[in-house]
């Protein structure tokens, strides 16, 4: 059977793309007006340093995960800390992915709910897509890699749909062009945990990448920079197209600016609909990544054969909180809370682990170096 | 004096009767024990073994043929010996037979000449090509049953399998399925020889390999297992060999028999391997880095392993000018999208989204809906199921029949129903562009596959609309990777970004001296195709 097995192993490259397109999903459309509202017609400066740091806590990952070739955050972090410590952050690693999963379900059937059907129970959209998600995450690495290689074609289709945006551009409504209100600017980076959130699962995913020429942290970095460069552009062609104010007062202004398109002319209306479409495969590659990353990791930390283990164990949870959050107030809530713990585990938790993992190793060092 | 004799004679035909069974139970001793003497003298896999005796030798073959009223005996004199021709009529070149064996071996020998060595009568006297020495029994019947006529001589324990099989076959023709504008014509037909003949015709190249199995344990159809050694994947010709000689099967009498063996996942409606008529595109094929498997008896040959983008691919793209090739090949892709969600599509517009199409179309479309009683999702099932029947009648027909059955077809699809108020115009319209673009697959096989998949997505645009479409296109995508063949996934290599070489061969068709290397999906030895420019 040489050479006819399968293929489970990703190229650095390969890794590059599933890490930062897991980054982009529905969730950012809700959270567009809290960014608008405090940096204002700077949303894409905002936007900019955002990416440059969230890049930072994502190359932080990486450095962490390269001191541990082959092995998940769940196998090094006990056997280094002691199982009390080692628990506890994986438990908050796990609580970053779940928090994830149910922001992109509730955000993408939210959406669906609102602007496709005025019928269909939120529950049943719910579950459609998670059973979707939990069907791909059913099968082996090899398999899920290649499904996100088709999926994340329809990314590009729905920017060129996105971009429509700039045929009511004014540039006015980006004036003033000399930002004055830096604190605004610092807050909205806060909220774009909604945009860059979902590379922590690289903590799970390195081992499954083969090192190559070019390092995890240059395929990676490029990757954050394509991404924040769309989400620039994107901010601009927004304010510019609808202006700061109506942005930060309509609750989801993307969809906002998208119904005010006309194309005349031509077949397409209602370009709302088609933008919701090309949501769906962009949002599902991140649900997938994560919960691939969530129960390949319980699978590594319990050590446990198959990964199918652990997808029924956290269905139930992740489908009944998605329920339950149904309601704004509780909706509102959770994303906080959910913004808050994925900002502490990127930049409190894994940088004081790669503080001690490395103070640990120069120890190492040094006692060799003193026999 | 009467009465006595009369006793007597009942008493001595009594004796005489007596002896006559005593006789037979002495007759039925022996029997048993030259059986006994034949198992003794046998191999372990056979029954009897072959002695010098041509009588127990006949008796033998007979007994292992009885009831084979085809089967011939002919009984000749070969110099002081005698010998009994055994062959098939109707299998058995009758002509060629009398001419090169019997004539050669009565004329060539005196009346009064013995002869004891095989060696000789092989090589001296018999002047047919291919003559071989059986030793077993087994081997010696399935030799008559494939056409070869055996030899017995008396005195002589090891007969002879001449090799002078011919019968009636279909002469290579035209290609029935796979016609193309230009390039060869020639297809396979039912003979193995003649479709290896075909392939080599094209290919020089001694690294072209050919393997011949018996596979079925009754009918032992022969199987040939063609590939290129030097470019081959490592270990795949192993793996195939492997598969195909743990076939444990009665008959094979089609080369889709052979196939579902193959196939690894046999719920799965998409086909695994590629089948075709054509020798160019098994040469092509094997030049690729694949292998192709042709059946004896069948005139398609299979070509594995394969994956979605081989499905996409006919020869013709490879006679036009790469851009029209190209063009033509995404066509074909819009095709099969077409083939699996359009009806869906349909459905959950008119269902769900009416404001997405223009006001005008949505009023003329609402029109429209408004004579039918049913709704929508039941009015595309109702042109689904016509569509499928008539495609099922036009198949089985013959083909002035179909001709007839599809203008009633289309007859009472395009007018009465629409007329009858049962379906709407546009959804008639709807099917039938569905229908042509299933129909435009390369591959039948492949285009049924597809029919599978519509019902589901229609289902899931009834009940979810365009986000039921979503998801019901991204189910599909999963699980196509999720199939594999000889560790490829099946369509998940066509957007692989580590296979950026085989794109110039894949969705598109690069002009032909750009494509330098082989697929690099396949893992080939030999991955330079010789002669480009890089």
Known sequence: MANLERKSKMSNWQFGMVITSGLLTARLLPTTSYVVSYAEQFAWFSSALAGLIFYLAAYLMIRLGEQFPRETIGEYIPRLFGNKFGSAVFLIFITVLLINIINCVTSLTKLTTIFLFDQTPYVVLVLMLLLAVVYCVMQEWGTILRVIQILVFALPLLYIFYSLIWLNFEPLNLLPLWPDNFIGILRGIVFHTAYYAGYESLLVLLPLARSGEVSFARTVGWGFLIITLIYVIGAVALVGGISAQTVASVPQPVVYAMKSIELPGTFIERLENYMIMFFVPVTYISMVISYFALVEGCRKYLKYNDHRTFIPVFLPLIFFVSIFIDTPQRYDAFRYFGMYVVLFFSFVVIPILLFLVWRKKGRKKNAKRNR | ?534
Request: hydrophobic share 45%; net charge neutral.
């Open chain 2, 1 to 534: 004096m009467r009465r006595s004799t009369h006793s007597g004679f009942c008493k001595l035909s009594a004796k005489l009767q007596k002896q006559v069974q005593q006789i037979k139970n002495i007759g039925s001793a022996i029997n048993e024990v030259i059986k006994g003497l034949h198992k003794v003298r046998s191999s372990d896999r056979q029954t009897f073994g072959f002695t010098k005796s041509i009588e127990c030798n006949e008796q033998i073959v007979r007994s292992l043929l009885s009831r084979c009223d085809d089967i011939k005996y002919r009984n000749f004199q070969v110099g002081k010996a005698k010998a009994l021709l055994v062959y098939l009529s109707g299998l058995t070149d009758t002509n060629k037979l009398e001419k090169t064996v019997i004539e050669c071996l009565t004329s060539r020998l005196k009346s009064n000449e013995s002869i004891d060595d095989i060696n000789k009568i092989m090589n001296f006297l018999i002047i047919t090509a291919n003559v071989t020495v059986t030793t077993e029994t087994k081997e010696a019947i399935a030799n008559i049953l494939k056409g070869n006529a055996l030899l017995l001589i008396d005195g002589i324990s090891d007969p002879l399998s001449i090799d002078i099989a011919k019968y009636e076959k279909r002469q290579v023709s035209k290609s029935e399925n796979e016609d193309v504008a230009r390039g060869p014509h020639d297809a396979f037909n039912e003979t193995l020889v003649d479709n290896i003949a075909l392939v080599r015709r094209r290919s020089r190249d001694p690294g072209l390999k050919i393997e011949i199995f018996e596979i079925g344990e009754r009918t032992q159809t022969s199987v040939a297992l063609l590939y290129v050694d030097d470019i081959i994947k490592p270990g795949l010709v192993d793996e195939i060999r492997n598969q195909l000689l743990s076939i444990r099967i009665d008959k094979v009498i089609l080369s889709a028999n052979i196939e579902e063996f193959l196939s690894n996942e046999v719920w799965n409606p998409f086909p695994q391997a590629l089948t075709t008529e054509r020798p160019d595109k098994v040469v092509a094929g094997l030049y690729e880095g694949r292998i192709s498997i042709i059946v004896d008896t069948s005139p398609t040959a299979l070509i594995v392993p394969v994956s979605f983008q081989d499905f996409m691919q006919s020869v013709d793209d490879y006679t036009q000018r790469p851009v029209v090739a190209s063009l033509t090949r995404l066509t074909r892709y819009f095709a099969a999208f077409i083939a699996v969600f359009l009806p869906a599509i349909y459905v959950s517009i008119v269902s769900y989204h009416p404001g997405m199409l223009p006001s005008g179309l949505a009023f003329s479309i609402a029109e429209l809906r408004g004579k039918t009683p049913f709704p929508s999702l039941l009015e595309a099932f109702l042109m689904e199921g016509l569509l499928e029947i008539f495609q099922e009648a036009i198949v089985r027909l013959p083909q002035k029949l179909a001709a007839a059955a599809g203008v009633v077809g289309a007859l009472v699809i395009g007018t009465t129903v629409v007329e009858a108020a049962l379906v709407n115009a546009l959804l008639v319209v709807v099917i039938a562009l569905t229908g042509l673009s299933s129909f435009s697959m390369p591959s039948y096989s492949f285009g049924m596959a597809l029919r599978f998949f519509r019902v589901a997505a229609l289902i899931a645009a009834a009940v979810f609309g365009l986000y039921g479409v979503g998801i019901s296109f991204i189910v599909m995508v999963v699980f196509l990777c999720s199939l594999h063949t000889y560790g490829e996934s099946y369509l998940g290599e066509l957007f692989d970004i580590t296979l950026f070489k085989d794109w110039k061969d894949g969705l598109v068709r690069f002009p032909a001296k750009f494509l330098t290397s082989r697929p690099k999906r396949l893992g080939t030895e030999d991955e330079t195709r010789i002669g480009g420019e890089d």
